[in-house]
């Protein structure tokens, strides 16, 4: 009886063992330990490369959109060589803009895929005089040098046979449930190639042609997380993604979502366009970042290689553009948060993870000192990021009887003064802690 006791208590155990360890392969990891890397990382390069390159037009919405024919466009196939192309020179030009990540088109909506994909014919190895695999030397050229790595996948393709969208005049069909089983399948079968590149991260797009339970989203996602449980996955699955992708319009008021990556061209193209020579200053760029980093997020910048794999000389400009002011800038840029409201400060600020250094980025030429409101902190000291020069800072109009805060006011010699954007550090004693309360009008004293 004592014998049998101990065994059904151990049977118990071993029971609860079982369940406890199937509900934990089951349960996914916390989003805010899976997307702590990226919420600390601020800059990631986009890289938008494809056959549209060739003739230098939009990315498949040409041929959607009824730009080009479709046979016109797929003969941009034949000028795709990829002959100069150099993922290690990627590598090292993503990695001195200061980017911590980057994320590469695998297949646009016009259903080319990069890679050896034994799914369909369309891929620039079958295809192309690149007659290449050009994911494979990318992923492990960037991860070499400790960076993330993201892969774009269109989950609509507009060149498949069994997809219902040809172009924005011309459907194959309106419902097809065996053609669409077909295509999901086909589907699953290049995600389950694309988790061979082990990824950091899965970058979709095209989401809003079909719902969550058409693309099978909830699967996609358990798919990609069960082969690696520290994947991210942004917003366009259909609800079942992990951070907010804005595009293009930079935030005006800070988004709601924690977890958020404004992704942005150059100029006003994602693919390699010649013609198209609008492109962002150097310093404009910069204060995007800034921008986005005073509002919590990060921002994901675009490039567009050439069809030989050459990227535009602009191009390089503004990364080592970028580059030398992310080398100088770090410590206000990497691991920071969203900064204080507008009212304290005129003009983007940040905080350090501690909330201990509030930075303040200086993007014009201060006609006398710079001024902080309501701050309730004393401050220990103040330093110019990047060459230390110590600021020194006066109190002013603090009055003992209330509890209002003077205004600090922060000397900022020309000399001191970045080209682009200049970053002030200023520690606190504590956390930052500011005066919000509404200030009543004095009625007697
Ligand atoms: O790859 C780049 C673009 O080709 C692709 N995303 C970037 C990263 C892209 N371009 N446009 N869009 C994504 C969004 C398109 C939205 C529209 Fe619509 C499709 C506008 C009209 C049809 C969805 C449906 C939004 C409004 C209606």
Redo the contacts with the bound molecule.
């Keep these: 009886m004592k014998y049998n006791k101990k065994l059904s208590s151990i049977v118990i155990i071993l029971l609860f063992l079982n369940v406890f360890c199937a509900n934990s392969q089951q349960a996914e990891k916390p989003k805010e330990k899976r997307l702590a890397w990226f919420k600390d990382a601020k800059l990631g390069i986009f890289i938008?490369w494809g056959i549209y390159a060739v003739n230098g037009i939009d990315?498949?919405?040409s041929f959607y959109n009824n730009y080009i024919s479709y046979p016109d466009y797929m003969k941009q196939l034949n000028g795709f060589t990829a002959h100069n192309y150099n993922p290690k020179k990627w590598a090292k030009l993503i990695e001195e803009s200061g980017a911590k990540y980057t994320i590469i088109t695998t297949k646009?909506h016009d259903g080319v895929a990069l890679w050896n994909t034994k799914f369909g014919k369309l891929n620039t190895v079958q295809h192309t005089p690149a007659k290449k695999d050009l994911i494979t030397p990318f992923v492990k050229a960037i991860k070499k040098r400790n960076l993330k790595v993201g892969l774009y996948y269109s989950l609509l393709d507009w060149s498949h046979s069994d997809y219902p969208n040809f172009t924005r005049t011309k459907k194959r069909y309106t419902e097809d449930d065996k053609k669409w089983e077909s295509f999901t399948k086909f589907n699953f079968g290049q995600l389950t190639e694309l988790t061979s590149f082990n990824p950091d991260m899965y970058w979709f797009?095209g989401d809003?042609e079909q719902s969550a339970k058409k693309w099978k989203a909830k699967e996609i996602r358990n798919l990609l997380l069960s082969r690696n449980p520290n994947a991210i996955i942004n917003s366009r699955l259909q609800g079942y993604g992990d951070y907010a992708t804005p595009?293009q319009g930079v935030p005006i008021s800070k988004p709601s979502s924690i977890f958020w990556e404004l992704?942005m061209t150059m100029n006003n193209s994602?693919g390699y366009q010649p013609n198209d020579k609008k492109y962002k200053s150097i310093n404009q760029i910069i204060r995007i970042l800034v921008d986005c980093i005073s509002m919590g997020g990060n921002l994901l910048l675009d490039i567009a290689p050439k069809p030989d794999g050459t990227i535009p000389q602009e191009q390089v400009a503004i990364l080592k553009g970028l580059g030398r002011w992310t080398k100088k800038h770090k410590e206000a840029i990497y691991g920071t948060r969203a900064g204080i409201p507008k009212e304290h400060f005129n003009g983007y600020t940040a905080l350090s993870k501690d909330k201990t250094i509030l930075y303040l980025y200086v993007d014009n030429k201060p006609n006398g000192p710079l001024l902080i409101k309501g701050l309730k902190n004393k401050v220990n000291r103040i330093w110019v990021v990047g060459n230390g020069t110590k600021l020194s800072h006066k109190v002013v109009g603090k009055q003992y009887w209330s509890s209002v805060p003077g205004l600090l006011y922060i000397d900022l010699p020309e000399k001191v003064q970045d080209k682009d954007v200049t970053v002030i550090a200023v520690l606190l004693r504590g956390k930052v802690d500011l005066f919000r309360e509404e200030v009543k009008a004095i009625e007697s004293n």
């Design positions: 938008h990315e498949s919405w646009h797009d809003w595009e992704c994602w």
